[in-house]
């Protein structure tokens, strides 16, 4: 029902997941933040949402949603608890010294990845939108896995390999009683050592966890019997339970990435680590070195070496960094297979050389030494200045990449630069058209006028007439004055306002009719004040009101105009402005006791009468009085239905409250209010829900015209009471569709 209540603030909305259910947490930034959440490593949300930013635990699994653009950015990891105001002065400014975020947790930037846009994403946190463009910001396990597992899809923004540490290398020179056979570590161990990792933490260790198990690869292999045992029967069983939910995603990259210890065979299936354990192994398998003259051309040898993994490292990181663009894809696996078959080469070139010139007692074959070692050498190098040829072409063709990924990326800036451009004409254009609009149905009313009142409009029109003012079709929002017969089923066109004016209301006083406040649509309120001479069949221009506002009520009384309530879209008002046109403005009278928008008042002997609205937080069914004797407002009883856009009618000595919206639907009850009781007594019910309808008293009779009879249907026909017969529907068929429209007898 947004046309039938104000902007009001939502609520708060979280899922509320306990601590064992909680798998991540998407916090908040907009363009001017951002920057600021990873300077200072810290994500933060308003306070309100600290019942559950409070239950996250360093290494949880953290996201990162852009506000305008609408983009998330991952992946991080909480590096403390949730807490209030660890930064109090976080993402603030001059006006606003404290922080407006304040539930906080202190992040780590390990694995970036690009932005992610809402239309990937989406699929994911489908359970957790509640609106069309909110949802929650609490992500259970299976969300948080998904989500992962989408952004491991994306290249990394800086993906480097590790570099083998130099400890490693420098081995290879080591006298042969410091060397030891390699011993696979015992699986008991490494699970057990898995227990110092952060529990929610897997992808965020993958560069710095594989160097320090490489650098103490040796020691561990030598502690492996004294720590097999160390460990109780309660730390076992704390290990068999599932830690965290980034485990299960992608068993064989993590397996390498965490774990130094596996064979060749598998670690060659993993592209970005392949080459520094391909090193490792080199290094592992070379003889002691005797010669010293040797020994420095052997260690010159593995540290080039150690160069080509790293620079084929970075080609490879650099191939996958390309825009996703067609044709690059079979492009950049031809390059990878190329670089890697090269490097191969160039790794056994290296190793027969070592063999050549380690000592005869270190199991050289007899083939190896009978034959030249400086031709295997010649050979091996006239292979590598082969293949560099081939390097220095794979460069070239990444280079011609890049240049065509820039180009692609400048096209599509353009493209869409230009459909924003034709976004921002087609609103203009839907804006002018509307404006047309008006002005089209401006002028067929003046025509119809000028046809229809030759003369003065009380020579030719009924007396008393229902007048009804503009109001919504469901196409145009009117600007029309109409006078309506139901008798005779005829509406006679009279001069339009001087705008269109819907929510607005109206009231009758010495022959004029007066229209005030109201808008356009549904966001656009006005405080002007327009006043139409019957005697000449044209508006003039009054004084305006004191503020904006719309959903109003009005009535005269005594010789003055009364302006009841109403609100602007974010505030509901209780007072009461009133209109005197001996001196010509409006002033400020006694204030209602609650504030009420879409309410209806009526007039009954002296007395005005108010019933429910909506007070900005619900609609009511309560009711009050002013008597200008008396000078203030007076509480009534309450009527049975909560009820807002209903009407109000004097029939008798009694006031009928019909139809209106009860904060969940349109309603077709009726109540009856007998002031002398002061008590609310049921009665017939309408034949249809109704609420928005313009009601007016003519001959004994309640008319209500037009309205809604739901959110999307718009009524065209006029519904009846009298006491004597009850309720009819009169079957008309010059009144059409209308809704939002304010009428009076005169």
């Not at 920057?35 to 930013?53: D, I, N, R, T």
């Not at 609106?131 to 800086?158: G, M, W």
């Not at 830690?243 to 060659?268: G, H, K, R, T």
Request: charge should be negative; aromatic fraction near 10%; proline fraction near 5%.
């Amino acid at each position: 029902m947004e046309a039938l209540q104000p902007n009001i603030q939502a609520g708060i909305h979280t899922r509320n997941l306990p601590v064992k259910q909680l798998g991540g947490m998407i916090f908040g930034c907009k363009p001017d933040t951002i920057e600021e959440c990873f300077k200072k490593q810290l994500f933060g949300l308003p306070a309100v949402h600290y019942s559950y930013v409070k239950n996250v635990k360093p290494g949880m699994p953290l996201f990162l949603f852009n506000y305008i653009d609408r983009r998330l950015h991952g992946i991080f990891e909480a590096a403390s608890l949730g807490q209030m105001s660890i930064d109090p002065y976080a993402w603030s400014n001059e006006d606003l010294l404290k922080t407006p975020f304040p539930a906080q947790v202190r992040i780590c930037i390990r694995t970036r990845y690009p932005p992610m846009l809402e239309s990937r994403y989406k699929t994911v946190l489908g359970a957790n939108y509640y609106d069309r463009h909110l949802f929650y910001f609490e992500l259970d396990h299976t969300q948080t896995e998904a989500l992962i597992s989408l952004f491991k899809l994306l290249p990394l923004v800086n993906n480097q390999v590790p570099a083998a540490p130099r400890e490693r290398s420098i081995a290879v020179s080591l006298p042969p009683t410091k060397r030891k056979a390699p011993v696979l570590p015992d699986p008991k161990k490494v699970k057990e050592n898995s227990k110092d990792i952060n529990p929610f933490s897997v992808l965020s260790n993958a560069s710095d966890g594989a160097q320090e198990n490489w650098v103490d690869f040796d020691s561990d292999v030598e502690n492996a019997s004294i720590n097999e045992n160390s460990h109780s029967d309660t730390d076992e069983k704390e290990f068999e339970e599932p830690v965290s939910d980034w485990e299960d995603l992608d068993d064989n990259a993590l397996q390498y990435q965490f774990s130094p210890y596996s064979n060749s065979d598998e670690v060659s299936q993993n592209s970005s680590y392949k080459t520094v354990c391909q090193e490792v192994e080199l290094a592992e398998c070379i003889p002691p070195v005797v010669n010293p003259a040797s020994e420095e051309k052997l260690t010159m040898l593995v540290h080039n070496e150690h160069k080509a993994a790293v620079c084929i490292g970075k080609i490879e990181s650099e191939v996958n960094s390309i825009m996703d663009g067609v044709g690059l894809q079979p492009e950049r696996h031809t390059i990878l297979k190329k670089l890697k078959e090269l490097f191969s080469m160039r790794q056994q070139g290296v190793s027969s050389q070592d063999c050549v010139e380690s000592s005869p007692d270190q199991c050289v074959p007899e083939e190896t030494l009978s034959c030249d070692p400086l031709d295997v050498t010649v050979e091996d190098k006239t292979s590598f200045q082969e293949h560099l040829g081939e390097f220095d072409e794979l460069r070239q063709i990444i280079a011609d990449l890049s240049k065509r990924a820039e180009a692609l990326e400048k096209k599509q800036k353009g493209s869409d630069q230009d459909l924003l451009f034709l976004r921002e004409v087609v609103k203009d254009s839907g804006r002018k058209v509307q404006q047309l609009e008006y002005l089209v149905d401006e002028l067929q009313f003046r025509f119809d006028s000028s046809l229809s009142l030759p003369g003065s409009m009380h020579n030719t029109l009924a007396k008393p007439s229902i007048f009804l003012i503009g109001g919504y079709n469901g196409v145009t929002w009117l600007s029309s004055l109409d006078s309506f017969s139901p008798e005779k089923d005829t509406m006679v066109g009279l001069t339009p306002m001087s705008f269109a004016r819907s929510y607005a209301s109206a009231a009758a006083l010495d022959g004029h009719i007066f229209a005030f406040g109201g808008g356009g649509g549904k966001s656009s309120w006005y405080n002007t004040v327009e006043c139409y001479s019957s005697r000449n069949n044209e508006w003039i221009e009054c004084p305006s009101l004191n503020r904006k506002k719309g959903s109003l009520a009005g009535i005269s009384l005594n010789s003055k105009i009364y302006a009841i309530g109403g609100g602007d879209g974010n505030e509901t008002f209780s007072e009461v402005e009133m209109f005197d046109p001996y001196l010509g403005k409006w002033l400020c009278g006694p204030s209602m006791l609650i504030p009420r928008f879409a309410l209806a008042v009526a007039e009954l002997n002296g007395t005005i009468y108010a019933t429910g609205g909506y007070d900005g937080s619900m609609y009511l069914q309560s009711a009050e009085r002013y008597d200008q004797r008396e000078g203030v407002w007076v509480r009534l009883r309450s009527m049975n239905t909560k009820r807002g856009c209903h009407a109000l009618t004097v029939l008798g000595e009694s006031l009928y409250a019909m139809g209106g919206y009860n904060g969940d639907k349109m309603v077709s009850s009726v109540e009856i209010f007998d002031p002398r009781l002061n008590a609310w007594r049921m009665g017939d019910p309408m034949s249809a829900p109704r609420g928005y309808a313009a009601a007016v008293t003519l001959d004994g009779s309640a008319y209500l015209i037009g309205g809604l009879e739901s959110n999307v249907q718009i009524l065209a026909t006029v519904e009846v009471y009298n006491a004597s017969s009850g309720w009819s529907v009169l079957g008309l068929s010059s009144l059409g569709k209308r809704s939002f429209a304010s009428a009076v007898v005169m």
